[in-house]
């Protein structure tokens, strides 16, 4: 059995039956089988560079235009759009215009099977194979379309069946009957050519006004009036050119009745199915690039806070009336509260070429990265950052738990590894702002503050040791430390340079102190002191 599965990512299919016209609003549903077999060929053209088609695609089109297929169907939804289209001409001082209907199927995340009877040879089962992977449309131009074969011993899908009249009996209430064009078996048409081709050479050769018979639009063209020599030939013709030879028909192809169940196409939405929840992740990789290529036109690392910031801001943006149900985003419950134990997502930006200028961002969350959290990360276009010229793009490049990042190749893997550990030795990346009033004494110390931060995210104590403002922790005295208002500002516009020392590896990332949600008091592995 060939069966062939399509899925249109944008949840619709454009197609109009053989014999209407798009005004009319009606939808070719399922796809017929004229159509599926020009795809397939069209495919082969435009991919793999087919200047004629081979041996195994005339066998793959003989073998599927000899049987009828049957369908399974998705719910659907019949709906149209409309355009006023330009008609190259003006009417009363002003442009004319025609409006056109666009009819489409609405199939939402449904997939349509179709079978065909048949068992293919090897080389044209690989064939098939290739050729309904690399397809990208089906019907019109925007009916865009996903498409893959299964193995002949796959079960089609209950319900929603579509099947030729006469391959079983009538189903009785419940269906209707339908007409689709499809390809004429090739033994019947070879049969019917080579009469019709007997029947044009024993007409009399004398003038047509003579002998009464009006000439043909072929014959008045100067064109033969015989259709290709096989199926393939008329598969492979446009359909300008069967219309201006005076076909009505595309020569090859047969309507045949099929019987389809009446709520095939309902008007209106059908109703969804509940999309399986998916599992969360604990991280999303973004990289910056500025439409130049220039990585020196990307903000420099002293803008990490507001780069960190904006993207928050954006994030929630994105959200929109859903972010109340985005927690780890927003950092608050449904209830309003702030969350505890800084669980929500951390927005770290990161320069891992360590050229000066951001060029990534992590964002990461302990509780997890849900589903809405991630389409909102992903649909992020474009940030921009003060003073620079033009927008930085934004793309997403890998999302999953954290340990499959510890395993990301060079050049970036080295410095994603530091981020990440585990080790027993971290420093600062990024400057850390002491989150409450520094006193000279006790637990809010910049020492007892560290300690307590720890203790806030159930780490170990840790060695705490303040570092002087010197050699490559010197351009950490040019970050910016405050938020934008009206978020809280820190208590004292003060940061440190701090390592730490654990007794046992620890992993990251590990960020402390105040804005540490938007990449300040970030720490990395030292390299010198790493330990796995």
């Given at each position: 059995?060939?069966t ?46 087919w ?12 073998q ?34 025609n ?128 259709p ?6 008329c ?32 008007v ?34 002293a ?7 904006r ?25 309003g ?48 950052s ?7 793009s934004v ?13 990301m ?5 080295g ?11 971290w ?8 989150p ?18 720890l ?14 403002w ?8 040019h ?14 516009d ?14 990251g ?24």
């Amino acid at each position: 059995m060939a069966t062939l599965v399509l899925r249109f990512p944008a949840g619709r299919y454009h197609a109009t039956p053989h014999g209407h016209h798009a005004n009319e609003g009606l939808v070719e549903w399922p796809p017929c089988p004229w159509r599926l077999v020009r795809a397939l060929l069209a495919v082969g053209f435009a991919t793999q560079r087919w200047k004629v088609v081979p041996e195994p695609g005339r066998r793959l089109v003989e073998q599927l235009a000899a049987v009828l297929p049957e369908y399974r169907l998705p719910p659907a939804a019949v709906g149209h759009s409309r355009h006023y289209m330009p008609a190259a001409k003006f009417e009363k001082g002003r442009e004319a215009t025609n409006l056109v209907y666009d009819a489409f199927a609405h199939t939402g995340a449904g997939k349509v099977w179709v079978r065909w009877p048949v068992s293919l040879d090897s080389e044209a089962a690989r064939l098939f194979e290739t050729l309904a992977n690399h397809m990208g449309y089906l019907g019109r131009s925007e009916s865009w379309v996903e498409a893959f074969t299964v193995p002949d011993d796959e079960p089609l899908p209950a319900g929603g069946a579509v099947f030729p009249n006469g391959s079983q009996e009538r189903p009785g209430r419940g269906y209707e009957q339908i007409a689709l064009l499809a390809p004429e078996e090739p033994r019947q048409y070879a049969e019917w050519r080579k009469n019709l081709a007997s029947t044009v050479e024993t007409e009399p050769k004398e003038s047509n006004v003579r002998s009464g018979r009006r000439r043909s639009k072929s014959e008045r063209a100067g064109r033969s009036a015989l259709p290709p020599e096989d199926l393939l030939g008329c598969l492979l013709t446009d359909t300008e050119t069967w219309r201006s030879a005076g076909w009505n028909q595309a020569p090859g192809s047969r309507l045949v009745l099929y019987w389809r169940p009446v709520n095939s196409l309902e008007v209106g939405p059908p109703t969804a199915p509940r999309r399986p929840r998916s599992a969360r992740v604990e991280a999303t990789l973004l990289a910056l690039t500025t439409s130049s290529g220039s990585m020196s036109a990307l903000p420099p690392i002293a803008r990490t806070l507001p780069q960190a910031e904006r993207l928050h801001r954006q994030l929630v943006a994105r959200l929109g009336e859903n972010a109340a149900q985005c927690p780890e985003v927003t950092g608050r419950g449904e209830d309003g509260a702030p969350l505890q134990g800084h669980r929500h997502a951390h927005i770290l930006p990161l320069d891992l070429d360590a050229d000066g200028h951001l060029d990534h961002v992590m964002v990461h969350a302990k509780m997890g990265l849900g589903e809405l959290a991630r389409r909102a990360i992903a649909s992020v276009p474009r940030t921009w950052s003060k003073g620079r010229i033009g927008d930085i793009s934004v793309a997403l490049v890998a999302e999953g738990k954290l340990e499959s990042l510890r395993r990301m190749p060079e050049p970036l893997g080295g410095a994603i590894r530091a981020l990440l550990g585990p080790s027993r030795h971290w420093v600062s990346a990024t400057p850390f702002v002491p989150p409450r009033h520094l006193k000279s004494r006790g637990r809010d110390t910049v020492e007892g503050q560290v300690l307590r931060e720890l203790e806030v995210r159930g780490l170990p104590r840790a060695d705490v040791e303040l570092l002087p403002w010197t050699g490559r922790w010197l351009e950490l005295r040019h970050f910016v430390r405050r938020r934008q208002p009206p978020a809280v500002q820190p208590p004292v516009d003060i940061g440190f340079v701090v390592r730490l020392t654990f007794a046992e590896p620890q992993a990251g990332p590990l960020s402390l102190g105040y804005a540490c949600h938007f990449g300040l008091g970030r720490f990395v592995c030292e390299p010198d002191r790493a330990s796995a």
